[in-house]
């Protein structure tokens, strides 16, 4: 059964960083383009950064210039190096497949705030 285990997520003020880690128990992984999205209360989950299995990225526009995705296929891993946060960034995050084929897992919590 295909597993993702999101973590990293904390409690951060403006401005601050942090760095989310997904593990995916895919046996395809580093043939999958992959990945982090992102609900916030009220509102639906969004895709806000893609890493394809050839390592090109794509952002949303509300992250982009803030936000890296990268992966390690050795660790079948994807990372989101988040700098400069704002409040509206909270949210649970997620990753996944792009599409999101897979079971969704139980996503990490980012709160920025002061």
């Known amino acids: 059964q295909v597993q993702l285990v999101e973590s990293g997520g904390g409690l951060v003020q403006p401005g601050g960083s942090l760095s989310l880690s997904c593990t995916a128990s895919i046996s395809t992984f580093r043939f999958n383009d992959m990945g982090w999205y992102r609900q916030a209360p009220g509102k639906e989950r969004e895709l806000v950064a893609t890493?394809?299995?050839?390592?090109?990225?794509a952002y949303a526009d509300s992250v982009k210039g803030r936000f890296t995705i990268f992966r390690d296929n050795a660790k079948n891993t994807v990372y989101l190096q988040m700098n400069s946060l704002k409040p509206e960034d909270t949210a649970v995050y997620y990753c996944?497949?792009?599409?999101?084929?897979?079971?969704w897992g139980q996503g990490t919590q980012v709160t920025v705030s002061s």
């Open positions: 890493i394809t299995a050839g390592r090109s990225t």
């Open positions: 996944n497949q792009v599409p999101a084929v897979t079971s």
